[in-house]
């Protein structure tokens, strides 16, 4: 284990260092690389290890608001807000004041319990569609959950997915598609067999494929945020719906991200189409591992004890995570979105200005909330192929630029850009400043 740095035993003169690795100031890089002999590459997440940006990670002590703060005191402001996961900033008060409270009232029971209930009841007032929730652990529980769900009410194994969308680290969508076209899924990783993914059909994002009676569901991420963000086409999403309904399929919605993210019902509520079954995950856990499948009661009832589609979980709607899950979206009002939304807005535009005074080609769409970032030259993309576009050169350069500015980005090309409840008006202001610097300092390198 890792001590607390103590000033009065620390060889280091003048330490000030949070964590202490008992041989004075810990740098980022020594620890990542003792975390590297301890843990494979270092990470629990794979984008984490910096691959796609170069360079080793900040190794984070603490976090608060919008800033995180590494091992070495280096102050950053966060846009990664752990992926989406964190939307009021780091430590809010009353989501600490929710996980403290339930911590005191004992951990996990493996017995029914009212925070979870309460949980579920929150979600199902939000979201229309969602009249049983059913809580696990993380967003990859959710969706190979509905996947099976899907699969077991319907009787049918197909499922149909898009290219670019992502559903976390579930084998069977876990998929590489083909070019333009629905194909045949391919294995999308290394230990995953052909025939884990014999079922699954990839197609192009934003094109309405044409299903038949074989197809159990089609899964998509309502606003595909994990290929920068992509905004549905007009009528993309509400043409699955029909298409879905013609021949008997289910529609999942992977809102993992964008449920409670883009508004309180999610990109349903702002698309207004209805799907069948939708996961969450991120924000409903208020940073604490989570994860949802929610939808209409007679498929949700098809799941054990009441139905035949087995789930379980020794630590699903854990009273901790259940707590604070509750205590964001208590604190997720109307103009809370309102405000989100201008902040989103506001963000894009700096960025875009930043960008365009450096000479460096980006474009920052927003969708509701999110931000996302296409440095191609292009029009925005509107599927896999083109998000491709995107000059990844440029993204690690401006990538570390930021960082060196104070600013942390994803270390990905094909991340949103998180803007939260923290970043207030003198953040945005203190990011417009340093992204001129590194947008910059990036286009210098580039031009090297
Ligand atoms: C993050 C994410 C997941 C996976 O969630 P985990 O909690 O990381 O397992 C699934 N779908 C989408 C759209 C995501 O962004």
Redesign the pocket.
Known sequence: MIPFCDPSTCPAAGCVATVCTGAGVPSNRELFERSCRAIPGGVN?SIRAFTAVGGSPYVVARAQGPYVFDVEGTRYIDLVQS???VILGHAHPAITAAINAAAADGTSFGAPTPREMKLAEAIGERVASCERVRLMN??????STAVRLARGVTGRDLIVTFSG?????TDALLVAGGSGVATLGLPGTAGIPHATVANTIVAPYNVVPQLDEHVAAVIV?PVA??MGVVAPLAGFLAGLRAECDRVGALLIF?????GFRVGASGAQGLFDVRPDLT?F??VIGGGL???AVGGRAEIMEGLTPIGKVFHAGTLAGNPIATAAGLAVLNELTDDIYHELRRRAQQLSEVLLDACASAGLTAQFPVTGTLVGIYLGDGPLPTNFDEAKTTNEAAYAALFQAALNQGIALAPGAYEALFVGLAHDDSVIDQIAMAAHSAAVAAKRALDS
């Open positions: 997440s992926y989406g996961a993380s967003g990859t529980e959710a969706t969308n992502f559903h976390g680290a991420e945020a994990n992977d809102e993992v991200i964008t996961c995950g991120k591992p989570i994860g």
